[in-house]
């Protein structure tokens, strides 16, 4: 059975930023020590940047999966599909000055279906942001 072809209307808008991926333990902690949210597939920690911190991006987002998520092979595909999510959510649904985190849960963050995934995220955004 082939996929149905995709039409405009179901294709992603393109994204006219690029996001901005956190790299430092530092930036992890500290969204660690703020607000979450859990879902089925995943985590997200979500911080309002300090007026003192550097402003180098409008939305800061980082990605994470232990090894609970299965070998190399799993964690990399729950981190490419939550990389993808955050790319077509964030430039709409997040707040500028925030970091976001990620975390992907075992057997879950690789399998769920996309659109939910998608749909997760922005309930998420809208729980943090409250």
Not at 40 to 59: G, H, K, L, T
Request: with cysteine.
């Amino acid at each position: 059975m082939t996929p149905p072809a995709a039409s405009p209307e179901t294709m992603p808008s393109a994204v006219p930023f690029r996001l901005s991926v956190l790299r430092k333990r530092a930036d992890f902690l500290r969204a660690a020590r703020a607000r979450r949210q859990a879902l089925p597939a995943f985590v997200v920690q979500a911080r309002e940047r300090a007026p003192d911190e550097p402003a180098e991006a409008p939305v800061r987002v980082g990605f994470t999966c232990s090894k609970k998520v299965g070998n190399a092979v799993a964690r990399n595909r729950a981190k490419r599909r939550l990389r993808e999510a955050a790319r077509l959510v964030l430039p709409v649904e997040g707040q500028p000055g925030w970091d976001y985190v990620l975390i992907g849960r075992a057997g879950v963050a690789a399998e769920r279906p996309f659109a939910a995934l998608l749909d997760d995220l922005r309930a998420a955004l809208h729980k943090v942001h409250k």
